[in-house]
């Protein structure tokens, strides 16, 4: 038997690819540090295709046919290049490594250029779509280069999601880690998704008094408009389920600590690099910091708020939040897009923004209607400086924006906070502004350190001697 995948690392990630592999009628060879696992697999689901268990690494790779593909499901970081350092030895020119991981994408890039002076593929691969995803069809984004996509990449579209026009979420996202660099930004905009959820969710229950299942309906209802997406249909889900232990509310029996892996963090940590603002990104990573920090929320929950105030109709209260919502949202999706740009720029990844809109219609965590028509807005302009510039957004944010004003009113009147919603609406209000203060800035920056500025009128940069007579020197 020769196998067209190898997998290795069979935690439920690599099982279910494995299976999903199967499924779709490849032969998939399995293999484990532990056999057990391996073990596990064909016993439970050896049945549903192709396997060829392993034990050892050799039997592994042997089982291969050639140009080998493997692929490797173990944790991020030192795992990874302990499974590369076992495997690579056993290849030759021409193989191809796949990394599923949650690689950082700068790790990729140093694993690829290693491995390519040995003639090795090396593939980093984002996989979105959790466990459920990864066996009945995941959004995937490999990097790596041209050549292994064309023997990789009809596999990964037969077992990949399909979008509703049936176009498989996968595509050649660029070279080296421009697969892994997309699948780090596609999890920021999942946690600033998941924050501006949750603020809504706090706003409708706090602020116009509904209570978890009332406000399951209204995200169930939300889910039928522009706001479609797995993740408001999961709220719903989740607000809706009462803890049978108690007969409480799900959500109130959970304590409040949001926990996190890196990714979204990762995306942040970039942004700032590539001085890119993805301040809604940010402040989703903040937001779940800040929910851990326990210590500083006792000692501060005595501060003083604001007093009651009456709020009018809840019923209309909730449509703005929904207006909130949708247009925060938009400006989430728009700071991930501007950090696509910057990484594909600065690592000559030539990364199209229309398919990668479209690979996220199906199988991952942040699939949603309306990438539909960030595919649109890209195909239709390819160089669109920002989504916001495209004038569909931007009616939408027009119409929304009263609205989405009014809920941050409420909001700070009633002492509810709303970082996502509001650092999305200063971005907005940044960005239209026909001036900012950063000409102050740079007066301040002048004063204290001679950092020069530049005139509005004129060409050059220039320095005022403040601790002098105050007249203008050129730098
Ligand atoms: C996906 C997810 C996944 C991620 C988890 C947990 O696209 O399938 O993004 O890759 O690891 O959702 O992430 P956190 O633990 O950081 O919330």
Redesign the pocket.
Known sequence: TSAQIGVTGLAVMGRNLARNFARNGYTVAVHNRTVARTNALMEEFGHEGEFVATETAKEFVAALERPRRLMIMVKAGEPTDTVIQEFAPLLEPGDMIIDGG?AHFADTRRRERALREQGIHFVGTGV???EE?ALHGPSIMPGGSKESYESLGPMLEKISAKANDGAPCVTHVGPDGAGHFVKMV??GI?YADMQLIGEAYQLLRDVAGYSPAQIADIFRTWNTGRLDSYLIEITAEVLSHVDAATGKPFVDIVEDRA??????RWTVQIALDLGVPVSGIAEAVFARSLSGHADLRAASRGLAGPKATQLGEAAAFADRVEQALYASKIVSYTQGFHEITAGSTEYDWNIDLGAVASIWRGG??IRAAFLDRIRAAYDARPDLPSLLSDETFAQEIAAAQDDWREVLVAATRQGVPTPGFSAALAYYDALRAERLPAALTQGQRDFFGAHTYRRTDREGSFHTLWGGDRSEVEA
Do not use: L, M, R
């Not at 926990?259 to 979204?264: F, L, R, S, V, Y």
């Open positions: 949650n979105s779509g959790g995803g596609h999890n999942e926990e996190q892996k890196g990714t979204g991952c965590i």
